[in-house]
Structure formats: structure tokens, C-alpha cells
């Protein structure tokens, strides 16, 4: 009920194009969200997901983040992550028109799950270096058993705190929080990562309504003075640093 609720009010607020006077967002918003070009890419996205779900296979299953409001076991099918848990084909192909038109080359991802958005980086950035990061054991074996690990791509298994403090690259060009939907944690990994962004590093933060917790902590961040542009388009917050921008906030329908 409560993201039903948030939504109702996201559509309310929120605007294309016509509504942006920001150059930088009107052409991310233009060129990148409603590109309606059908890149040759987007089927090895669409068979990467159906791969996914025709693996009936069982996994045990270790949650270090906010838990599933799908599942109330440990125990979870390969299908299942992939359908309730994994990024939908809409926003893979979001997230490979976005790494597409940035041209991001060094990326970090928090949360794996079964590889599917790091599969539509790959797919648009195919010699990006990319360090994804996966709670789950079972569930990162599984993502490196389908995705192309050949070179660039660092799977690491654990705990994100640990690992994050550990990172020897220096700076990212896009980092994707999509692990622990808590507020604590997601507030936690922003400061963290704060010294690793540069002035055109891209933050994405899933699910900014999956709870109010999750909403508080989208809205503490838009708030941090490092933080000049955000693009809410409810599913996504996206986070830009760049200092020669008025600060603003957008809300664009997709």
C-alpha cells in the first residue's frame, strides 16, 4: 500500500521533458530515457533474463540486506530471484542506454544478485572494468556461472561494508546501490562511496520506495551539500555531482 501510495503521488509531481530547463537533465531525459531505438543489444539482454527463468534450480539463500517481501524462506529458485528480485527488462535496458550514453568505464555494483543488470553494463560498455559486489554465496556462484567473467569484471562475495573499505580504485564512474533496502545501510554505503565519486560520477539508488525508511534516506541524500542534480523516476534515484549545476531536483515519468 505504501508504494502504491507513493506512486499515486510520484505521477502527480512528476514530468517529461517539457518540464526540464536544465540542459544536462533535458538531454539525458531526451536522448537517453526516451530513446525508443531498439539496439540489436537488447536481445542478448531479453536472453540473459530468460536463461534466468527457465532454471528451476533451488538455492539456499543468504540475506545480509533488508530481506524480501516476496519470500519467507531461505530456500528460493533460480526463476524466482530472477523474477522478484533481479532488474526487470525495462530497466536493464534503461541501465544499458545509460552506461551507453555516459560511456562509464569504471563501475561498482552492490548487490549482483544473479547478474542481470551487470550483464546490460557489460552488453553497453563491454571493456568497462566493473566490481559487483554479492551478499549471497549461492547467488554469486550462479551469476558467474552465466556471466561473461573473461576479463574486466570482479565478482566479490560478502559483506559490502568490508569489501567497500578495502576498494584500491580510487574513483568510480557509476555506482549502483541495489543490496540492503534499509536506511541505515544505503545512508551508510553513500558516505562511504562519497570520496570515491568524482564530478561526473553517477549515483543509481533502487527501489526509493520500497519502504518509508527507504524514502527517508533517498530524501537525506538529496539533501547532502556533495549532491547538486537528482532524476527520481520512482523506481531509480540517480545522483550527479557535477559542481557547475544549479542545484536541482527532478521527478520524470518513464
Given at each position: 500500500?505504501?508504494?502504491?501510495?507513493?506512486?499515486?503521488k510520484f505521477l502527480l509531481k512528476s514530468t517529461n521533458q517539457h518540464g526540464v530547463h536544465s540542459p544536462f537533465v533535458y538531454d539525458l531525459v531526451t536522448k537517453c530515457f526516451y530513446d525508443s531505438k531498439h539496439y540489436p543489444e537488447y536481445k542478448k539482454l531479453k536472453d540473459y533474463r530468460h536463461q534466468l527463468l527457465a532454471n528451476k534450480q533451488e538455492l539456499e539463500i543468504t540475506d545480509l540486506g533488508a530481506g524480501s517481501k516476496v519470500h519467507s524462506t531461505?530456500?528460493?529458485?533460480?526463476?524466482?530471484?530472477?523474477?522478484?528480485?533481479?532488474?526487470?527488462?525495462?530497466?536493464?535496458?534503461?541501465?544499458?542506454?545509460?552506461?551507453?550514453?555516459?560511456?562509464?568505464?569504471?563501475?561498482?555494483?552492490?548487490?549482483?544478485?544473479?547478474?542481470?543488470?551487470?550483464?546490460?553494463?557489460?552488453?553497453?560498455?563491454?571493456?568497462?572494468?566493473?566490481?559487483?559486489?554479492?551478499?549471497?554465496?549461492?547467488?554469486?556462484?550462479?551469476?558467474?556461472?552465466?556471466?561473461?567473467?573473461?576479463?574486466?569484471?570482479?565478482?566479490?562475495?560478502?559483506?559490502?561494508?568490508?569489501?567497500?573499505?578495502?576498494?584500491?580504485?580510487?574513483?568510480?564512474?557509476?555506482?549502483?546501490?541495489?543490496?540492503?533496502?534499509?536506511?541505515?545501510?544505503?545512508?551508510?554505503?553513500?558516505?562511504?562511496?562519497?570520496?570515491?565519486?568524482?564530478?561526473?560520477?553517477?549515483?543509481?539508488?533502487?527501489?526509493?520506495?520500497?519502504?518509508?525508511?527507504?524514502?527517508?534516506?533517498?530524501?537525506?541524500?538529496?539533501?547532502?551539500?556533495?549532491?547538486?542534480?537528482?532524476?527520481?523516476?520512482?523506481?531509480?534515484?540517480?545522483?550527479?555531482?557535477?559542481?557547475?549545476?544549479?542545484?536541482?531536483?527532478?521527478?520524470?515519468?518513464?
Amino acid at each position: 500500500m505504501y508504494q502504491q501510495k507513493q506512486y499515486i503521488k510520484f505521477l502527480l509531481k512528476s514530468t517529461n521533458q517539457h518540464g526540464v530547463h536544465s540542459p544536462f537533465v533535458y538531454d539525458l531525459v531526451t536522448k537517453c530515457f526516451y530513446d525508443s531505438k531498439h539496439y540489436p543489444e537488447y536481445k542478448k539482454l531479453k536472453d540473459y533474463r530468460h536463461q534466468l527463468l527457465a532454471n528451476k534450480q533451488e538455492l539456499e539463500i543468504t540475506d545480509l540486506g533488508a530481506g524480501s517481501k516476496v519470500h519467507s524462506t531461505n530456500k528460493r529458485s533460480i526463476k524466482s530471484i530472477a523474477s522478484n528480485s533481479g532488474s526487470t527488462y525495462k530497466r536493464s535496458k534503461l541501465l544499458f542506454r545509460l552506461s551507453r550514453y555516459f560511456q562509464y568505464n569504471k563501475i561498482l555494483e552492490l548487490g549482483t544478485s544473479l547478474g542481470i543488470a551487470t550483464r546490460a553494463i557489460q552488453v553497453a560498455q563491454p571493456e568497462a572494468h566493473i566490481i559487483s559486489i554479492e551478499g549471497c554465496p549461492n547467488i554469486s556462484n550462479t551469476a558467474k556461472a552465466y556471466l561473461d567473467t573473461s576479463k574486466n569484471l570482479e565478482l566479490l562475495i560478502g559483506d559490502f561494508d568490508m569489501h567497500i573499505d578495502q576498494l584500491k580504485q580510487e574513483t568510480f564512474d557509476l555506482v549502483f546501490f541495489d543490496g540492503n533496502h534499509s536506511q541505515e545501510a544505503t545512508l551508510r554505503y553513500f558516505e562511504k562511496l562519497l570520496p570515491h565519486a568524482h564530478n561526473d560520477t553517477m549515483f543509481i539508488f533502487d527501489d526509493i520506495y520500497w519502504s518509508k525508511d527507504m524514502t527517508a534516506a533517498w530524501e537525506t541524500i538529496k539533501k547532502h551539500p556533495e549532491v547538486r542534480v537528482t532524476v527520481d523516476t520512482f523506481f531509480w534515484g540517480l545522483v550527479f555531482f557535477r559542481k557547475e549545476q544549479v542545484e536541482e531536483h527532478f521527478r520524470i515519468r518513464l
